[in-house]
Nanobody, 124 residues
Framework: QVQLVESGGGLVQAGNSLRLSCAAS????????MGWFRQAPGKEREFVAA????????YYADSVKGRFTISRDNVKNTVYLQMNSLKPEDTAVYYC????WGDGATGAQHYEYWGQGTQVTVSS
């Protein structure tokens, strides 16, 4: 069982940055691929970024490539999402998710554990 708690969301102006964090419980964090997804009002949940369990390869949605960076700290049991050059269309609730022995899948169905989400609002 893994519990995930996101933090770092907030209200920012377009062009600014935010860093989201997702803290995981348990001793097996390093064996999980971690993903970030987001859901805007009236839209389906969509893949944002993922990092596999080893050796830490990363994957990004085309809409965030070059602006967002996912990373992990296996000592702190935390995954991060650095978001730069934010746009109003990045406004959504952001969720982190965990997939045991995963390879960084982009489909939400591959992830067994989910956090409660953190709101990111980007004003124009």
């Amino acid at each position: 069982q893994v519990q995930l708690v996101e933090s770092g969301g907030g209200l920012v102006q377009a062009g600014n940055s935010l860093r989201l964090s997702c803290a995981a419980s348990g001793r097996t964090f390093s064996t999980y691929a971690m993903g970030w997804f987001r859901q805007a009002p009236g839209k389906e949940r969509e893949f944002v970024a993922a990092i596999n369990w080893s050796p830490g390869s990363t994957y990004y949605a085309d809409s965030v490539k070059g602006r967002f960076t996912i990373s992990r700290d296996n000592v702190k049991n935390t995954v991060y999402l650095q978001m730069n050059s934010l746009k109003p269309e990045d406004t959504a609730v952001y969720y982190c998710a965990a997939d045991r022995w995963g390879d960084g899948a982009t489909g939400a169905q591959h992830y067994e554990y989910w956090g409660q989400g953190t709101q990111v609002t980007v004003s124009s």
